[in-house]
Nanobody, 124 residues
Framework: QVQLVESGGGLVQAGGSLRLSCAFS????????MGWFRQAPGKERDFVAA????????YYSDSVKGRFTISRDNAKNTVYLQTNSLKPEDTAVYYC?????????????????WGQGTQVTVSS
């Protein structure tokens, strides 16, 4: 089965950057579209970014557009989320998700596999 392991979270001051990584294993990586979601305390798990099988199509939430970049390295079975210009409101647990299918999607329930999450804390 698909296994996803996030890493790269941490504590950073406002304006800083982190690169989150998600290691995919268990199935054929290029058959899966990938996404990042985040969940802040007391809030729902919200869409952040998505990427199709090849990396040629990406989607972003309005709140992160222009600051975050999703990418994938199919040779390494890894998805990344580069987070720049971080704001305190970006503080959340960030989850990697995989969807069996080639097309990227913003819809949470279309992702069948989830990592354990990695904490991103942005101080002010």
């Amino acid at each position: 089965q698909v296994q996803l392991v996030e890493s790269g979270g941490g504590l950073v001051q406002a304006g800083g950057s982190l690169r989150l990584s998600c290691a995919f294993s268990g199935r054929t990586f290029i058959r899966y579209a990938m996404g990042w979601f985040r969940q802040a305390p007391g809030k729902e798990r919200d869409f952040v970014a998505a990427i199709n099988w090849s990396g040629g199509t990406t989607y972003y939430s309005d709140s992160v557009k222009g600051r975050f970049t999703i990418s994938r390295d199919n040779a390494k079975n890894t998805v990344y989320l580069q987070t720049n210009s971080l704001k305190p409101e970006d503080t959340a647990v960030y989850y990697c998700a995989a969807r069996f299918g080639s097309v990227a999607t913003r819809i949470r329930v279309q992702y069948g596999y989830w990592g354990q999450g990695t904490q991103v804390t942005v101080s002010s």
